[in-house]
């Protein structure tokens, strides 16, 4: 078996691609909206923020919105990143997010061309510089729904479907703060938290991809046709406006970093 990945430090430090035994796991399409492909850094914030406003410190900020009238998935992923080392990116945040800051994503692959199984571990690091600063990281992976035309169709599980708790969300997309367990059948655009780990994405008969990160939140999206979004959140959306949440953003002081990993398990089947 072989297994390859590309961390694509011109659009947005994205992983750009995962070839497992010579299947694309991602919809890996460029000329798409960046938004839209590849599985890239959400980071120093990921999901919206209300408006793009949020309160820090006793000071108002205004982030520049991006999607309706939200600022939304970071500053990180449409901007050119640094080659570091080998597969490993780094970026200076700003002038986008007005607290400073730096940020670093790193690859890490095991695969053995004796074994069905190997695995990508990602790292995402937000360090604060001059200034203390709320942080939040996560990745925005789209999954394909078939990893070759004609080939089986992916199915998602989700091992403690009945203790999962779902934020309900309103018109705008925001968190109305309100928790729903068991969540309410798919079609999702939502968080969930209390989620079992591996979550397992499965092509039958081709492949299974177990999910599992340090981050205590998901997101998933799974509306459109061509693919699918199981994305790994440090927090909910909107967290920097704690006042419909019960637990508070995480803050880093000047020189602290916020660190959290995504690892990518598969077993290839035929």
């Not at 011109?10 to 035994?21: N, P």
């Not at 798919?186 to 990160?213: C, K, M, Q």
Request: charged fraction near 20%.
């Amino acid at each position: 078996m072989s297994a390859s990945f590309a961390l694509d430090p011109v659009h947005g430090g994205r992983l750009a691609s995962l070839m497992v035994d010579h299947r694309q796991l991602l919809f890996n399409d460029a000329t798409t909206s960046d938004v839209s492909w590849g599985a890239y850094p959400m980071v120093p914030f990921a999901g919206r923020i209300d408006r793009g406003r949020f309160t820090f410190d006793g000071q108002d900020y205004h982030l520049t919105p991006n999607m309706d009238d939200h600022a939304i998935h970071g500053t990180a992923f449409r901007s050119k990143w640094k080659e570091t080392a080998p597969n490993e990116l780094s970026l200076d945040l700003g002038p986008d997010w007005p607290l400073g800051g730096s940020v670093s994503h790193r690859g890490t692959l095991d695969a053995h061309t004796n074994s069905n199984r190997g695995y990508l571990s990602l790292e995402l690091t937000v360090t604060a510089t001059e200034q203390p600063m709320p942080a939040m990281v996560g990745w925005h992976p789209w999954f394909l729904r078939q990893l070759q035309p004609g080939g089986a169709t992916a199915q998602l599980q989700l091992p403690n479907f009945d203790s999962i708790q779902m934020y309900e969300v309103g018109d705008d997309m925001i968190p109305t703060g309100r928790l729903v367990c068991p969540p309410t059948p798919g079609p999702w655009d939502h968080p969930f938290r209390n989620v079992a780990e591996p979550i397992v994405i499965e092509w039958p008969g081709e492949l299974t991809l177990s999910l599992s990160s340090t981050c205590d939140h998901w997101v998933i999206y799974d509306h459109p046709e061509h693919a699918f979004c199981v994305e790994p959140q440090s927090g909910p959306p909107n967290i920097f406006n704690p006042d419909r949440f019960d637990r508070e953003p995480d803050v880093i002081a000047p020189g602290e970093s916020l660190t959290h990993t995504f690892t990518l398990e598969w077993n290839v089947l035929t």
